[in-house]
C-alpha cells in the first residue's frame, strides 16, 4: 500500500478509532448489535481466518445470499486481504448462477442456506471453487464458518492499493450473457463521499438498509452511511410492514428507493404516517405521485439521480423539488456530457450520455474488446441517452436503439435476454419485449408474441414459462397475442412500430 492509498479496510480502521464504541450495526432479524470497533475486530479475525485457509490477493470470493453482518464483514475481510468479492444475485435461476460463478471463477463460496440445495444440485459445474461455506455458522450443511473465526486476528493487512480490484457486479445482459463489472476501492470510496455530501449524512444519521447488498446501490449505501459514522439497520430482504415498523422504532433517516419500495412504505403506514416522520431524504428512481406523498408527510426530501454500476452508481444526482422529472445535475467528481454517434457534444439536443473521472470502473471482467469499445475515445459510454438543459440538469432519454434497456423496479433487463427464453416456447414463432409504462414497477416488461399457426398460449401461461428459467424479475409483466408482428424491409421485427402500436400496458 502506498502513502496515497485508502481502502475500504482502511476505513473499518479508522471507524474503529474514530467512532469506536458508536453502534454500527443493528441485525433486525436476530436483534444483536455491534460497535464500530465491534466491526473491525471481527472483521479481522476472518481475515486472518482466510489468510490462514490460502486466500491472497486478487483471488475472488463468491457470496450467494441475502443481507446480513456475515455479508458485510466478509467485504471488509477481503478488502483487508485484497481479494476480490463476488456477490451473486440470489433472485436469478440456477443456470444464470452458474454462469456468474465460472466467469469470476471464485476460489471459495458463501451460501446461505436458503440457496444451498441449487448450488448442491450443480456443484460439478462451478469448477473453480474449492470449499463452500455456510454465510451463517450455525446454519446450513456446507462448511461451518467458524474455523476462519478463530485464528488469530489480523496482524498486518495485505499490501492493497486503492485502485485494485475490490468487487465484481454483474450488469445485465446485453448480448445474453451478464458482464462483470470490477469496480475498484477508490470507485467505491469515491461514491460513498459523493452520497454523503450530497445526502448530508453524519453520525446521527441512521440508514435502513433494504437493498440487496449483490447491487451496487445496496453496497454503496451500507458502506455510505458506515463511513459517516452513522448507524445501519439491517434486513435481510425487504418487507414493507417490517420497514415501517423499523423507521418508527429507530428514527431511520434515509433509504435508497427503487419502485415499488417507497410506494410500498407509504401504503403499510396507512393511517398512520407519523410513523415516517424521522425519514428526511430518500434517494432513487421514484415515481412523482410517490415522491410529492413522502414529501408531504415527512417533510423530507428526495433526490433523484442517474447512474450505473459502471459509474460506481452515480452521475448525476439533485433534489427534487429542484428540477422535478430530472435526474439531477453531474456530481461533484464526475464529467458527464452528452454526445451523437461520432462522438461530438450535442449540447441541448438528445445524445448519448458519457463520462469521465474516478467513479467509472475498471472494465468488464475478461472481456477486453468491450471495455475498449465501451471507454472508446477516453470516455465511459453509457449506452443510455439524455439531455441537458440551460442549466446543467440532466433529464434522462432512453437507451440507445441497440442497448434498448427495461428497469422494472431498478433492475436491468435486455429484452434480447427475455425474449431468446420466450422463442423457446414451442407455440412463439416471433416476439418483441418493450417496456411500458407500470404503476407498480414504474417500467413493466411487455412482451408481444406472434404464435405458430394454429397454436394458443394464455399469458399466465408464458409468464411462468419465463419466469422458470430465467430470474423471475425478468419475467413479463403483460403479454399481447397478435396476428402479425411488423417487419422491417429487411424482414425481422419492426421494434419501433411495435412500440407505437402495442406500447401500453
Known sequence: MGYNDFTFYDLIRRNATVFSSTQAWHEASTGSALTFDDIKNRVDYLAAGLQAAGIKKGDRLGVLGKNSLAYFLLYGAAAAVGAIVLPVNWRLSPEEIVYIVNDATPRFLFVDEAFQERIFTHRRKLTSVERYFN???DVGKMESLAPLLNKEPLVSPTSVNSDDGFVIIHTAAVSGYP????????????ACLHLDYYLGIESKDVHLNLLPMFHVAGLFMAVAAFGAGALNVNVAQFEADTAVALISRFKVSLFFDFPPILASVLKAAGEAPDRLRSLRAVIGLGTADDIEKYQNITGGRYYCMYGQTETALLCTLGAYNEAPGSAGKPVMFATVRTVDDAGRPVGGEPGEIVMQGPLVFKGYWNLPEETAQT???GWHHTGDMGRFDENGVLYYAGRKPEKELIKPGGENVYPAEVEKVILQHPAVEKTVVIGVPDPRWKEGI?????LVPGRTLAAAELIEFVGGRIARYKKPHHVQIVDVLPLTSEGLPDREKIKSLYGSP
Open 135 to 137: 454465510l451463517h455458522d
Open 179 to 190: 458482464r462483470g463489472a470490477l469496480l475498484s476501492h477508490s470507485n467505491m470510496l469515491c
Open 375 to 377: 471507454f472508446r475515445d
Open 446 to 450: 411487455k412482451a408481444v408474441c406472434q
